[in-house]
Each structure stands twice: as structure tokens, then as C-alpha cells.
């Protein structure tokens, strides 16, 4: 099946939102459990460490709290009235 795999990281990145802990000017850390070939491309992308090891968290880069936020907010909050 062929399917647009920067959506999909999009959607995965947004998603760390809701597992993120121990968020501060260093980033974050967030539970993995999402796809293996999209949490990869994040790391290629520069928005999380790398994530293979053995802990069940990952290491969210500054720029990756950031962009997780908004993506979440753009993908599923919408704009308040």
C-alpha cells in the first residue's frame, strides 16, 4: 500500500504530545510506541533522538516539542472561537 509518509510522521510526531513527560529547554521525553520506520524518519528529520535502544522512551528534541505542539493543535484541536 503506498501512503504518504510525511503525513504519517506528521501525525506521529503530533501524537508524541499526548505521552511527552519531563518537558523543559532540553525537549522531552516521550513513549516510543508508534511505528518503527516513522519514529526512524523523525530522527532523520532532526525531531527526536535516536530511537533505537532498549528504554521505552525517547528523547524529543527542543525543535520536536515544538513542531509536536503545533502539529497536534493543526491536526486534532482546530482553532478555538
Known sequence: MEYDKD???EAVLALLTLTMFED???GGRAWKSHCWEAMNR?????????????????????EGVAES???F?????????
Open 7 to 9: 503525513k504519517v510522521d
Open 24 to 26: 523543559d529547554e532540553y
Open 42 to 62: 523523525l530522527h532523520e528529520k532532526g525531531f527526536i533522538a535516536d530511537p533505537k535502544s532498549k528504554a521505552k522512551s525517547v528523547h524529543v528534541l527542543p
Open 69 to 71: 505542539e503545533r502539529l
Open 73 to 81: 493543535q493543526e491536526l486534532f484541536v482546530g482553532e478555538e472561537t
